[in-house]
């Protein structure tokens, strides 16, 4: 079993500032802590100095008491070992503001201690050992690796996943049956629903959204129009005389916003929502947008349809309600994120960055440019307009106008030989050229770190 070493703060205001602060070290788990190190953070070039618990003690559920010099409103990192080895680190605390000081030690996916404090930064061990410090971040991570494992644990899998109908479609005329765009399960439509929650919560979103049965027939007329006319993806398929005017025209209301997803042995609303955010261009529309309609700040009810070899995700109005604070959509998102959704090899699927536009002016690909860093290695690799034309294993950078939600989406990825999103290779994203509303120059920086999520 994996062992990470997870740290939290429990906010307990002090209300004064002696010279000399005693802590109280308390342990919430099983595993031992066995080091803690104490340093200013200012000038901290990555030596931790003296452990403050004595050598060779381990402290258990008691805790343990260590005294230093903590000064008022100064910032400060502290480091954590445990009995294995493990260690976790919180950066920048002003920790004249925590007072006890507590820490969890323990195997993952085996507790209910979660970090609450993801603003100040924080590590967990690297396989690599790759360290990194998101506190100066634009957009700090959103969940740790625990709690993305025990949500993704939840869902279900497209190996257990079928589309099941309450009716089936009728394609055919024969022995007086009438073409019939048929009923999808309500249990396919769950299977659905919570992998589009799933994706926003990575991304940081509200995960609240849900289907509406009107939803759900516009996107069943908009799949079984297009099983029939059977001209690929297209949002305007043809109308053959058979077809109802009431048909049509409840298709081509779902194909209004909506997704396509074509072939790939489709058989569940979980396998189409994976192409979908994944771009995954041999399988649905070739044209922006699938993941950014998904990941719409505004998203309002939606609708799936599964008819034959064609699945559609139908949007209704944006939610008037809706509230965006971050300063963009990321994907993948920064902090944790899991390597199975986004490929590397061949063709590749591309990151994408949706900017805020309450924070920035919609970007200008003349302007704009992309560094990645691979810590591991430190290699750079910098994407702008000169990589806008798209080859099979290439690199790509582009701007789109024409998506879901906020009206751009910055779209790159690096040569497929350089993608490596291995468990625990970590890239810096770091996005110069970029305006902010009030025109002047801005950059955009964040980090992921890709780990096994099977």
Not at 105 to 128: D, R, S, V
Not at 300 to 322: C, H, Q, R, T
Not at 340 to 356: A, D, H, M, R
Request: some cysteine; glycine content about 8%; aromatic content about 16%.
């Amino acid at each position: 079993m994996e062992k990470v070493l997870l740290v939290f703060l429990m906010a307990i205001p002090a209300l004064v500032f002696p010279k000399t602060v005693p802590f109280k070290l308390v342990n919430n788990s099983k595993w031992g802590v066995q080091e803690l190190y104490i340093v200013p953070a200012k000038g901290f070039k990555g030596k931790w100095g003296k452990n403050l618990i004595t050598p060779n003690v381990v402290y258990g559920w008691d805790g343990a008491t260590v005294k230093y010099n903590i000064k008022s409103g100064t910032l400060y990192h502290v480091k954590f070992v445990d009995f294995f080895g493990l260690w976790g680190t919180v950066e920048s605390v002003e920790l004249g503001k925590y007072n006890p000081l507590k820490v969890a030690c323990h195997a993952a996916y085996n507790t209910n201690y979660i970090p609450k404090n993801p603003g100040l930064g924080y590590f967990e061990k690297n396989p690599w050992g790759i360290t990194y410090d998101t506190s100066k971040d634009t957009i700090k991570p959103f969940h740790t690796k625990l709690e993305i494992y025990n949500y993704y644990q939840k869902l279900p899998k497209r190996a257990e996943t079928t589309t099941h109908f309450d009716k089936q479609p009728e394609l055919y005329m024969e022995g007086g049956y009438n073409l019939n765009a048929g009923k999808v399960a309500k249990e396919s439509f769950d299977d659905g629903i919570v992998w589009v929650n799933y994706y926003r919560w990575l991304a940081g979103l509200n995960s609240d959204i849900q289907y509406s049965d009107y939803m759900n027939n516009l996107a069943q007329h908009a799949a079984f129009i297009l099983q029939y006319d059977n001209s690929g993806v297209t949002s305007m398929p043809k109308k053959a005389p058979e077809v109802t005017d009431k048909q049509y025209e409840l298709a081509m209301q779902g194909l209004k916003h909506a997704n396509i997803a074509y072939g790939c042995s489709l058989e569940d609303f979980v396998t189409s929502m994976r192409w979908w955010i994944g771009y995954y261009r041999s399988c649905s529309s070739e044209t922006a947008g699938d993941r950014e309609s998904i990941l719409s700040p505004c998203l309002g009810k939606v609708g799936f349809g599964m008819v034959g070899s064609f699945s559609v995700l139908s949007f209704g109005e944006p939610d008037p309600n809706a509230k965006f604070e971050q300063k963009a959509v990321c994907f993948p998102a920064p902090g944790y994120f899991p390597h199975e959704f986004l490929i590397g090899y061949k063709e590749g699927e591309p990151w994408t960055v949706t900017v805020n536009p309450k924070y920035y002016k919609t970007p200008d690909i003349n302007q704009v440019s992309v560094k990645l860093t691979r810590l591991y290695d430190n290699t750079v690799i910098v994407l702008d307009k000169s990589h806008k034309k798209a080859s099979t294993y290439g690199p790509y950078f582009n701007i789109k106008y024409n998506v879901g939600g906020m009206p751009n989406s910055i779209m790159f990825r690096p040569d497929y030989l350089q993608a490596n999103y291995a468990d625990g290779q970590v890239y810096r994203v770091e996005i110069s050229g970029l305006e902010d509303i009030a025109g002047k120059p801005a950059v955009l920086t964040y980090t992921v770190e890709f780990f096994n999520l099977d």
